[in-house]
C-alpha cells in the first residue's frame, strides 16, 4: 500500500505539493494538481488530505455516559452553541473517544472536497493539519506567511503570521504562552505516530467513501518541508 500526504492551506488551491512515503520511509515530494492525481494512484493507495485547522471548529469533551451519534453531537454542540453560526444540521460533526475531541466542519466545505477527490482511485482521509504537530502538548509551527497551532486538549487553529500576535492575546487567559513550543519549518518534527493517528480508524475523517476498507496506520516520520 502507498502512502501520500497534501496539505492545503486553502480550500480552493489546486495546485500543491504530494508528498509520498517511500518504502524506506523517506518521503519523495513532487508538484501535482487536482487534475492529475489520478496518475498517481491506484485503488491501493491512501492519501491523508491534511487541511487548514482555520476550517473546523473543535470541542474537548469526555464522554462518560458513552452518547451515541445524534445525542453525541447534539450534547457537544450544545455547549457551544453560541459561537455557531451555522444552522447545525448544516454541519459534518465527528467525535473521536481517544482523544476526547468533537469536530465539525460546513457540509458545503467537506461536500464540496469529497466531490473533488471521490473521483480518483484509493483512499483518503481528511484531517486538521494541526494533529501533525503531536497530540496533548501546545506547539505553534510558524513561519513568515503562516502559523500553525496545536495544543494539549487536541484542539488547533491555522493562520497567518500576521494575526499570531493577536492569537495569543486571545488564548493567553486559558493558556500560559510559556507552555507553547515555537517550532520552525527548518526543524524536523514527528509526525504522529502509529498510535496518535489511529484518529483515521476512528471515525474523525470527513471523507465519505462508498468503500468500507478500513485505513491502515502510517509509522512516524518527519514533516514534509
Avoid at 71 to 91: F, R
Avoid at 140 to 153: H, R, V
Wanted: glycine content about 4%; aromatic content about 10%; charged content about 25%.
Amino acid at each position: 500500500m502507498t502512502y501520500s500526504f497534501i496539505h492545503l492551506s486553502e480550500i480552493e488551491q489546486n495546485s500543491f505539493t504530494l508528498h509520498r512515503l517511500q518504502d524506506d520511509k523517506s518521503i519523495n515530494s513532487i508538484s501535482a494538481s487536482v487534475d492529475d492525481l489520478a496518475e498517481h494512484f491506484d485503488n491501493n493507495s491512501t492519501c491523508i488530505i491534511f487541511l487548514s485547522s482555520k476550517y473546523f471548529n473543535y470541542k474537548s469533551y469526555k464522554n462518560e455516559l458513552n452518547l451515541k451519534k445524534e445525542l453525541l453531537q447534539a450534547t457537544v454542540l450544545n455547549e457551544v452553541e453560541e459561537s455557531i453560526i451555522s444552522n447545525i444540521s448544516e454541519l459534518d460533526f465527528q467525535y473521536d473517544r481517544n482523544l476526547e475531541l468533537g469536530i465539525w466542519a460546513d457540509k458545503a466545505l467537506t461536500n464540496g472536497l469529497n466531490k473533488k477527490f471521490n473521483v480518483l482511485p484509493g483512499n483518503f482521509i481528511i484531517l486538521p493539519e494541526h494533529f501533525l504537530l503531536g497530540k496533548k502538548q501546545n506547539r505553534i509551527l510558524l513561519n513568515k506567511d503562516y502559523f500553525c497551532a496545536s495544543f494539549q486538549d487536541n484542539t488547533g487553529f491555522s493562520g497567518s503570521s500576521d494575526a499570531l500576535n493577536q492569537f495569543l492575546d486571545i488564548i493567553n487567559e486559558d493558556i500560559s504562552t510559556d507552555s507553547i513550543e515555537m517550532i520552525s519549518f527548518d526543524q524536523n518534527i514527528d509526525l504522529l505516530d502509529e498510535e496518535d493517528l489511529d484518529v483515521c480508524k476512528a471515525g474523525l475523517n470527513l471523507f465519505k467513501d462508498e468503500s468500507s476498507q478500513e485505513v491502515e496506520i502510517i509509522s512516524k516520520n518527519h514533516y514534509p518541508k
